[in-house]
């Protein structure tokens, strides 16, 4: 891989960390579900980036989840990076990520047990340098909010 | 004058400074171009001279303001070819231009049997305004496919007794194409049409001559000829400024106004309502004067090899394509493009990371870029101070951002 003018920027590496390639080169449970109990689109009209989220819920637990779109590698990344972390957890664990990635976006200080609940997806941090990315960075998250908050 | 980038890259001190520890390549002209030293002097030289309210005071300030704003306008009228300044309208941008035209002569003067022609790749402020109109009137909106580069006999099957305005772009802002307005104009005439030119892409970059081309409407904006910007043009002929009404109203509009009824102000001031942006136009027309001075054949030539050879390198390029490659139009310094796998986002990220600053989006112009199959796309746009160095570095850099992300 030839990086020659690129690999010298740290904050470039920073927002796109291996982390991120990886998920955006190799997105996670991308197949859809046969038979999804939420299904939501959601789109950003001035970039393009578009993530469809489908959940299957059993006892307030998420049994099942596919992310799939087509956008940035941020947006895309992000959305893999959901449906890993959501996948078997409860929805009240869910709601509690989602309020700390956005506070991690936020960049409001975030506690080494938060940095825990979040796991991987820490590595979305390297986005705040980039003001205008933190919507592709947050386009699946709201999204699921409004899937799993909605009564 | 001998057309030389070096010289003309030391009036812009912009082009000194560093982005992300890099030299600045500025390659987002067609969004809006960098400013001369002796622009941004006018502009400083206006205030700290010269600044009063024009066309109020008989103290000395009002009158070198006075003068120094309508010569400004006789500056524009130079550049067009434009034979009288009192058809030239002080505006904020090619928008309020298309706006104006839209509230004070469209809405008076189509109907629910009307019909407009604009063409697929128009700006939204080109497009937006006459679907308002057509909503408002009840006319026909219709759309000429430029896509494949223009086509006289699509144009022709288009246009009939009841077209009352063909307004079209003369460069498109996405593909790039120029659009042969001399071939349109013939037409028009003959069903009794009025033509409007969206100029925000031509005037900055080729000669466009109102009197050769005959069109009745022109307009554009100074920020992307070298002005500042919150300042633009109309240009309309005589005869339809005098029959259009104001649709802005206050001081500086009026003759003589009683408790009951007021008398419109003669040409131009009748559309210049209120204190008007008198260091903007100042300025522009020091812009125009800076581009004469090189000449407009020069600028247009100076860009045309530099796309001709970045057209050339993006075509050895591997998962790039730009848009719009297959036609063989007249084509201004204008290049979109998209990658196989890397949204344009990423491109633009990684590109600004590198000192290049691209344009990425939809670059208002949405219905025409979701043609392509794509929501977004990423362009390149030259102007007189860039190279063919520069060229080479956005080649580079796009190579560069290829292997980091794929
Ligand atoms: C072809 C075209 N028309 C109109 C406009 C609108 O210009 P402004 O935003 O300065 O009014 C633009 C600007 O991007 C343009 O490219």
Redesign the pocket.
């Known amino acids: 891989m030839n990086m020659s003018g690129l690999s010298g920027s740290d904050d470039l590496n920073g927002m796109y960390e291996d982390i991120i390639l990886d998920h955006y080169r190799n997105p996670r449970n991308t197949s859809s579900l046969s038979k999804p109990d939420l299904e939501l689109d959601v789109n950003n009209p001035f970039c393009g980036d578009e993530l469809k989220i489908q959940l299957n819920i059993k006892d307030d637990t998420i049994t099942g989840v596919s992310v799939s779109g087509q956008g940035c590698a941020i947006s895309q990344s992000s959305g893999s990076l959901l449906a890993e972390r959501i996948q078997d957890s409860s929805t009240d664990t869910v709601i509690h990520v989602i309020e700390k990635v956005r506070k991690m976006m936020k960049d409001e200080p975030i506690s080494d047990d938060d940095l825990d609940l979040i796991g991987d997806i820490e590595a979305l941090q390297g986005v705040k340098k980039f003001p205008v990315r933190i919507k592709c960075a947050l386009l699946g998250w709201s999204a699921l909010e409004d899937l799993i908050k909605k009564p | 004058m001998q057309f030389d980038v070096e010289e003309i890259r030391k009036d812009f001190p912009i082009l000194n400074r560093k982005v992300n520890g890099k030299d600045l390549v500025y390659l987002d002209n067609?969004?809006t171009s960098q400013k001369p030293k002796e622009v941004i002097d006018s502009i400083r030289d206006y205030y700290m001279n010269h600044n009063a309210n024009v066309h109020r005071g008989v103290h000395l300030l009002s009158v070198e303001a006075t003068d120094a704003y309508e010569n400004a306008r006789i500056q524009i009228s130079d550049l067009i070819n434009c034979p009288n300044s009192n058809s030239i309208i002080w505006t904020r941008?090619?928008?309020e231009s298309l706006n104006l035209v839209a509230s004070s002569w469209a809405l008076d003067n189509l109907t629910k049997e009307s019909n407009i022609i604009i063409t697929n790749a128009e700006?939204h402020?080109?497009l937006v305004t006459w679907q308002q109109v057509s909503e408002k009137t009840g006319c026909d909106l219709r759309y000429l496919n430029i896509s494949d580069g223009f086509d006289l006999s699509d144009f022709e099957n288009l246009i009939d007794e009841k077209t009352k305005l063909v307004a079209v772009?003369h460069m498109?802002?996405v593909l790039g194409y120029v659009v042969p307005i001399e071939e349109i104009v013939p037409l028009a005439r003959k069903y009794d049409a009025r033509v409007l030119v969206?100029g925000?892409?031509s005037v900055p970059h080729m000669p466009v001559d109102v009197l050769a081309l005959d069109i009745d409407f022109l307009v554009f904006?100074a920020?992307?000829m070298l002005g500042p910007t919150g300042i633009?043009v109309l240009y309309a002929k005589l005869d339809l400024l005098e029959d259009m009404n104001p649709y802005m109203f206050g001081g500086d509009m009026i003759l003589e106004v009683t408790y009951e009824d007021a008398k419109w102000n003669r040409l131009p001031y009748k559309f210049e309502a209120g204190t008007p942006n008198i260091s903007g136009a100042i300025s522009t027309g020091v812009a125009a004067n800076y581009l004469m001075k090189i000449g407009m054949e020069n600028v247009w030539e100076h860009e045309n090899s530099i796309t001709k050879y970045a057209l050339e390198k993006f075509r050895e390029l591997n998962n790039f394509n730009v848009i719009g490659d297959n036609v063989t139009q007249r084509r201004g310094g204008v290049i979109s493009f998209t990658h196989n796998k890397i949204h344009p986002h990423d491109i633009g990220t990684i590109l600004d990371k590198q000192g290049i600053a691209i344009r990425t989006g939809h670059h208002?112009a949405m219905p025409l870029i979701r043609s392509y199959g794509v929501v977004a796309a990423a362009r390149a746009s030259f102007y007189i101070y860039n190279t063919l160095q520069e060229v080479d570095q956005l080649v580079e850099a796009l190579q560069d951002a290829e292997d980091f992300m794929v």
Request: charged share 10%; hydrophobic share 20%.
């Open positions: 067609a969004a941008n090619a928008t700006h402020s080109n772009t498109s802002n969206d925000a892409q904006s920020h992307k633009g208002c």
